[in-house]
């Protein structure tokens, strides 16, 4: 056992055999990390402001949470830092506990993730349903876009409330004489990342847009804000205040961003396995080290971070095979805060805005949602219903509320394929067929249709049988419930003197019948049978016997 705990132990942690690509492939790893720090600069800028945290914790969670990350991650290609989700979820945590909440919240976030790693908690993520993720994915997507709506408009963003009815408020109450210039740096950065990719798709599109809109602010002096003063070195680790009182307050907050920042890394993890041939991920430390990364991204102000979907694409579209580039990504955006803070504290808000925007629509899949409105419609149903949650009320409660709709929907299409069918008797009929009923069971007997079979076998129609054979070699799916049903079904009968013998219990339901008490409800042990026809010819034996 302590070998093995052992071995399990060394699975989490990083080894040489991450880097035995890294002869061949150095050189590609760099420039993809160079092209992927490109890319996340405005991003990380742009989703720390949108959380509410500040461009600088947006900055350094990139830096230290991707670095370590990719260290200790369990994918080879991932890129992580501050994402579109978690700036979501962040928002109101700010805006109920204060700024000053963050370092204890993430750190808190962090140590969560870091257990379900080392519980082994990380292949659960397969349980959620596609139309779940994909509607989380459109439910995301739309509340970025809204999200920036008053830095597109040059407003702050009104406290508290949700994110959809404070884009409504500000849209109502705008000064257009006024929102003319941010609106017209947003139209500049989109028509740039939309259309410079058709011109050359290696033009790093939103660092260049954002480059643009900068130089045209500057230039024209437009009234429009900017990011401000950014830190020029990375603070130094500092523990948060953690008192029983404020660990209470935050708990729940924790919990709703560990399990965000589990769910989003591990699918961006499965993405990149199906996009790079570098081999599969392992889940369970790929949690490892998102946990370690948002403890460390806390001590040093940052906020929690998670895997970043487009960042990993554009990391394996660039050529990487190893946690080089990843890294590499890490310390371009390093040598940012180091080198270039002052330009960079010039970037205009409206700007970041206009990449987030842009970002946003590029979350969503036209085909995929097509896909999934003409599949099925509990499908259908399933993706709306989280979409609009996600929307209206909380990321965590739109998966939650989507993967109840959704195995509701699975139940119920599993409850209609299960059956009970009165069979005729094989062979040439006997004196006394009529007086033995030949039940099959098909599919599942669970608590969704247990009182229906039940319903079924004790027939009405049929008040003369006498024996009843309960085929049970074609039932795919029995839960306690559903055994305890049977069992209720045979004291019954046998109370009211019609003998009842089970045939063909599969190995699998053996133990559940016996301990829920089927066995024990049958007149005799013998009524227990593997063969049809002896159990047909036991019934016939007791039907000649009452009529004697």
Known sequence: MIRAAGANLARLLPSRR??????????????????????????????GISSGVGAAAGLITAVVAGLLAAVFGGSHVQVSGPTGAMAVVLAPVVAQHGLGSIALVTILAGLMVLAAGVTGLGRAVTFIPWPVIEGFTLGIAAIIFLQQVPAALGQETPPG??????????????????????????????????????????????????????????????????????????????????????LRTVVGAALAIAALAAIESLLSARVAATMAPTG????????????????ASGLFGGMPATGAI??????????????????????????????????????????????????SFRM????????????????????????????????????????????????????????VTREELPGPPQPGDDRIALLRLDGAMFFGVAERISNTITDPDHPNVEVVIIRLSQLGMLDATGAHTLAQIASELEARGITVIIKGVRPEHMDLLTNVGVFESLRH????????????????????????
């Open 18 to 47: 991450d880097y035995e690509e890294l002869p061949r492939s150095w050189r590609r790893d760099i420039l993809a990390g160079i092209t992927v720090g490109v890319v996340a600069l405005p991003l990380a800028l742009a989703f």
């Open 161 to 246: 409330g949700r994110t959809l009815a404070a884009a409504i408020q500000v849209v109502a109450n705008a000064d257009w004489t006024t929102a003319i210039y941010p609106l017209s740096i947003v139209a500049v950065v989109a028509i740039l990342m939309v259309g410079l990719p058709r011109l050359h798709r290696g033009i790093p599109e939103s660092l260049t847009a954002v480059i643009v809109a900068t130089v045209i602010v500057v230039l024209a002096k437009l009234p429009v804000a900017d990011i401000g003063e950014l830190p020029s070195h990375l603070p130094a680790p500092v523990l948060p205040h953690a008192d029983l009182t404020a």
């Open 280 to 295: 599969p991920y392992d889940p369970d430390r790929e949690l490892v080290g998102q946990g370690v990364a948002s403890v």
């Open 310 to 359: 487009a960042r990993t694409a554009v990391n394996v579209r660039s050529g990487a095979r190893t946690r080089l580039a990843a890294i590499v990504h890490s310390l371009v955006l390093l040598a940012v805060v180091y080198l270039a803070t002052g330009p960079v504290s010039t970037i205009p808000l409206s700007a970041l805005a206009g990449v987030l925007m842009v970002t």
């Open 364 to 419: 969503i899949s036209a085909s995929t949602v097509r896909k999934i409105l003409r599949s099925t419609r509990s499908d259908a149903v399933t993706f709306v219903l989280t979409a609009a949650v996600t929307i209206c009320f909380d990321l965590i409660e739109a998966v939650i509320i989507g993967m109840l709709v959704a195995a509701f929907f699975v139940l119920r299409s599993v409850a209609r394929r299960s059956s």
């Open 525 to 548: 042990e013998n009524h227990l049978m593997d063969s049809l026809e002896e159990a047909i010819e036991h019934a016939r034996s007791h039907v000649a016997e009452h009529a004697a």
